[in-house]
């Protein structure tokens, strides 16, 4: 295995705990991987400003993908470049998921938007990212500029089975995976957690072999399979885990931390 240079970390329930915290071991684990020259990165389907609140504890010095790629920021949160959807694929996408009955919300350009305010996990959302969404009747005006649609249901087995029929539907012009059991992201082809290793690599010169990754859902696979090391979290899926190198603690038992200590710098704790 390929001396690891640079760790890309997923957020929610992989670097952040339930309750979206970042704990003392967690950054104190950065900091002892910037001690031995081992660069660090986050994406998320989060847009960019809602990862913010991480950026000054964590020192973050590299481009932050968010929308899983689909908008690359530098740490100032200055605009690197943006993949959008095209419009077909963005009508495509939310009449399938409206015949399903999610909640659809689209993200276009720096803007949020929702039908309804007090739907399911949007004021959930919200907290996560600290910012408000916009309520739109309808999203008309915005359909130009996506960068990701989120289909929302807390029916997990409908989640899955869109999950397929979406995936099946758009083919490869769109990604489409869940980002939480309850959350399918869909985004340009090129915006996901694999295409990010890609643009990771080539940006920082790093090669994909010498790159570790670690996550806890379905569209964190994707950069499991490009990168050199890829490590499940223990709240991780079985199907998830089983992609992975390693398989560390939940995020509620300081699995973060643990992977970087135990797999990436090697230390070992009683």
């Keep these: 295995m390929a001396q690891i240079q640079l760790l890309l970390a997923d957020v929610d329930g992989t670097l952040v705990t339930k309750e979206k915290k970042l704990t003392d071991r ?77 909640d659809v919300w689209v993200y276009s350009g720096a803007d949020w938007l929702v039908h309804d305010k007090n739907a399911p996990h949007v004021s959930r959302e919200e907290w996560t990212v600290k910012f408000p969404p916009k309520v739109a009747a309808d999203f008309a005006g915005a359909l130009d500029t996506v960068v990701k649609i989120v289909g929302v249901s807390d029916d997990l087995e409908l989640m899955e089975k ?28 090129e915006a996901n957690k694999g295409f990010a290793i890609g643009f990771l690599a080539k940006r920082l010169g790093i090669p994909a072999s010498s790159i570790a990754t670690i996550g806890d859902q379905p569209n964190d696979t994707l950069m499991f399979r490009k990168s ?11 199907a998830v885990q089983k992609q992975a190198t390693y398989v560390t603690t939940s995020s509620e038992e300081e699995g973060f931390a643990n992977a970087v200590e135990r797999f990436i710098l090697g230390e070992t704790h009683g």
């Design 228 to 238: 050199g090391m890829s490590i499940a979290m223990g709240n991780a899926s079985e």
């Design 26 to 102: 967690a950054i104190a684990s950065i900091a002892s991987l910037r001690e031995k020259g081992i660069k660090f990165a986050i994406t998320s389907g989060r847009p960019p400003m809602g990862m913010k609140m991480l950026l000054q504890p964590l020192g973050i010095d590299t481009p932050v993908a968010g929308f899983n790629g689909g908008m690359w920021v530098n740490p100032d949160l200055s605009l690197i470049e943006a993949r959008t959807l095209p419009r077909d694929v963005v009508d495509k996408a939310i009449a399938m998921l409206t015949e399903e009955k999610l």
């Design 162 to 189: 869109v999950e397929l029929r979406v995936q099946k539907a758009l083919g490869e012009s769109a990604s489409a995976a869940r980002s939480q059991p309850y959350y399918l992201d869909i985004t340009h082809p």
